[in-house]
């Protein structure tokens, strides 16, 4: 009798054991399924010196954050605080000084779980890795800013050797450093010499190439300066023509000729209108 009491006791015990795991497993999932996720842009942001740019950053479920402290740091900074937004208002006193006035965030849009950070003229400095982080929630995520310059590019002829002409191809104010390719006109790559890159006083960099080409007929050679990272792309093109053809691809002379014959004719037309009117 004893030996079936203890038998129907462990019995009961188990099952209370196994009803009190699952009711903590449902209130654990159940707790986190109301918890909100930030959630922010996966996609690097890419601006230029002097653009206004928005790292887009929300709550879902779409729950106010009006009251919330909301958080934007860069780490890496000394302070790291780009913008904090707490009791309705900017915490200047512990913002990066770099950022001073340049940053904001949606106030009527944190209602709707929008934590999103406006940065205004930006620099190529503010490039990086920015942190929102909402201390309530305990919830974090990033989003990446590259910033980028880019510029013109110019191409400059020289005669070389047995009909050779060297083109200079050079462009300068871009950041990152870009790289230069030489085409052909069907799209070929062109084997030129090494890349001649100058970084200034301002970061930007100033990047030249050569390439020696033989001149001929309608040929037309194209210099890009391109930047992967931001996916920036500059180019130009120059059209190079032999010494007895022009753009229309009629031998020189010919066109030649064909002017001093019009000229002519009309000098003849001029002179017979004044004969007869005499």
Known sequence: MESSDRVSVSAVTALFLHHMFIHLMLSYEAHFAEQPQLI???QPNIAQPGD???LSCRLDPPISASSETVEWTRPGLDPEYVHVHQDGRLLHQIQNPSYSRRTRLFVDELEHGNVSMKIFKVKLSDEGTYRCFIPSVQKEASV???VGSVSVTVIEETSGESGEV???CKSKGWYPEPEVLWLDGEGNLLSAGP???VRGPDDLYTVSSRVTVEKRHSNSFTCRVQQNKTNQTRERTIYLLDEITVATGVPA???VLTVIT???LLFLIFACLMKRKQ
Do not use: G, P
Request: proline share 0%; hydrophobic share 50%; with cysteine.
């Open 144 to 146: 990446q800013l590259l």
């Open 166 to 168: 060297v083109l200079d």
């Open 52 to 54: 206004d740019v928005i």
């Open 195 to 197: 890349t001649e890159t």
């Open 262 to 264: 019009v000229f002519i």
């Open 40 to 42: 922010c842009s996966h």
């Open 253 to 255: 002379h010919w066109i």
